[in-house]
């Protein structure tokens, strides 16, 4: 039995999960920012100490799914773009010292490749790719099985591949990463702007929002056959497919996984990104190209830190 | 000791070469186009034979680097963009039958990476991205000390990562390639069109040149302050960069290594891609990014081909 462990911006949860995927005792909150770091470890804490005592079986570990930058190597949470008081913190000791079992922690998308990988849908796959495309778009890379780091820790930033030289700034500083224009809150922001630009087409889309335009409302009215939608999806898809055909001609995985709040638009993302993918892929991977919708959802988080739980557990057998 | 072979459009070469990354004997030709691949393969085992009936130790292993797809897995030639006969020939097994000693082969980027890695520029590195700037733009990826060839054998396509999707169209079908943009062909041809656009700012690159506009041409006269060279020379890292960014943040190697004819430009080259590649990388992997020259040049395949040659004694090693 493994207590998992899910940090977000928004929301956190807590659950007793086991090595084969499957999620028992499960409790969710709001994020309450203000609080700060030091809120959320109370509640991760009492939570956990609560789940630990009512479990049937004995719990082993603990895994946690971050949403934010964490420097694996020193197992320390790097910041928090929403939250104070969580830099350079050492969440692991503090959960080791207080609940008497060992920790690890890893970035949200790190934890949802691993999750896919291990219970979604990329069993069976030895390289992956995942994207979650989401208020940004984290991404981890699955090599032989296992997340890929790189040299300094910080490999698979897929979010981040330049896909316009002259785009929109992106939060990490630069100009037209992949994020900057394909993430949730991108796609929201370019359907506004699309339909300020030219109001008299943008009917569909502001009443698929119903106030400021989100990529949700952009995905709906596109479904509709709403024309400026249809538009916005296919510059969408058209970039999102430069970044995918590239990570496709460079790590050939026998899968690339799509999840985060964006996936949920489901088919009218899909296939249209299939189509556009293609267009930049070389012949030789055309064949081979599988993109997938995350299967985890709305567990994707806490499943990821049961997978990443259970590489811990891996690592004790091997050394112990 | 090894056998070494490197079979290019232009040249090809054969040497001796050991573990150490030194080379004895070598000789080195013309390639005859017209020949196809039957008079390769001739050249290859006459003049392989003569070097091991010269050798002053036992050959031990044949290693090939080859200018066009491979399939690894199937140890066979895919095809030849520039000579005919190679479609789907398994050159190895000819080897192996003529000369009597076991032989490998791979294409000539993952060979080059292969070469830098283990006796040039790479050495010591354990994540290494390998681009050959030339004709075309090859590249190898190393990931834990070995060339990294992803689920379908065809991995570490970077020359083929999209960088504009409104780009001229690539050999490989597609739009906008880093190759279709910054090989030493499009340099050229992106020079030549720069030249005819802007005549009266065209002389220092037509002097350069000395005829129809090449790479070498626009470096030259970069080197020498020239407006317009300087422009396509920016222009040309501004791509390049993107390229080299999207592998660092995906990959996060210890080093990215260039090599390749466009290579022998030297700073004219890597100071502005060093400035630019920044530019495009998030700020975490700033710090980390190490663009170096690659150094084995002339010897590139050659090397790669004992490196990879190396390999296989490796495995013999480890499975014997």
């Known amino acids: 039995m493994i207590l998992a462990v899910d940090i977000g911006g928004t929301n956190y949860s807590l659950a007793l999960g086991t090595s084969d995927g499957r999620i028992h005792k499960r409790t969710t909150g709001s994020t309450n920012r203000s609080g700060g770091a030091q809120w959320m470890i109370?509640?991760?804490?009492?939570?956990?100490?609560?789940?630990?005592a009512s479990s049937p079986e004995a719990v082993s570990a603990c895994g946690i799914s971050f949403g934010g930058p964490v420097d694996f190597a020193s197992q320390r949470i790097v910041n928090s773009t929403h939250v104070s008081g969580w830099d350079n913190l050492a969440l692991t000791e503090t959960i080791q010292g207080d609940l008497g079992i060992p920790a690890i922690v890893d970035n949200d998308a790190?934890?949802?490749?691993?999750?896919?990988?291990?219970?979604?849908?990329?069993?069976?796959?030895?390289?992956?790719?995942?994207?979650?495309?989401?208020?940004?778009?984290?991404?981890g890379i699955i090599i032989n099985g296992e997340i890929y780091r790189g040299a300094n820790g910080n490999a698979g930033e897929l979010g981040h591949v330049p896909v316009n030289p002259d785009g929109p700034l992106c939060d990490c500083g630069n100009r037209g990463c992949l994020e900057s224009l394909c993430s949730?809150?991108?796609?929201?922001?370019?359907?506004?702007?699309?339909?300020?630009?030219?109001?008299?087409?943008?009917?569909?889309?502001?009443?698929?929002?119903?106030?400021?335009?989100?990529?949700?409302?952009?995905f709906d009215a596109a479904r509709s056959g709403d024309g400026l939608a249809l538009e916005l999806v296919n510059e969408t898809c058209r970039y999102l497919g430069m970044g995918v055909a590239?990570?496709?001609?460079?790590?050939?995985?026998?899968?690339?996984?799509?999840?985060?709040?964006?996936?949920?638009?489901?088919?009218?993302?899909?296939?249209?990104?299939?189509?556009?993918?293609?267009?930049?892929?070389?012949?030789?991977?055309?064949?081979?190209?599988?993109?997938l919708p995350a299967r985890l959802k709305g567990n994707s988080g806490l499943l990821g830190a049961v997978a990443l739980a259970a590489t811990l557990q891996t690592e004790d057998q091997a050394t112990g």
Chains 1, 2 share one sequence.
């Open 42 to 52: 109370e509640r991760v804490l009492k939570g956990g100490g609560r789940l630990i």
């Open 184 to 218: 949730g809150t991108a796609i929201g922001r370019r359907g506004e702007e699309a339909v300020r630009r030219q109001p008299w087409r943008g009917g569909g889309i502001r009443q698929a929002a119903g106030g400021p335009v989100t990529a949700r409302a952009v």
């Open 110 to 139: 790190n934890a949802g490749a691993l999750g896919e990988l291990t219970f979604g849908a990329g069993r069976g796959c030895r390289h992956l790719v995942y994207y979650n495309v989401g208020t940004g778009i984290g991404a």
């Open 246 to 291: 590239a990570a496709m001609n460079a790590l050939a995985p026998e899968a690339i996984v799509i999840g985060g709040s964006v996936a949920k638009a489901g088919r009218a993302l899909l296939e249209p990104l299939r189509e556009l993918t293609d267009r930049f892929l070389m012949p030789v991977h055309r064949p081979h190209l599988t993109i």
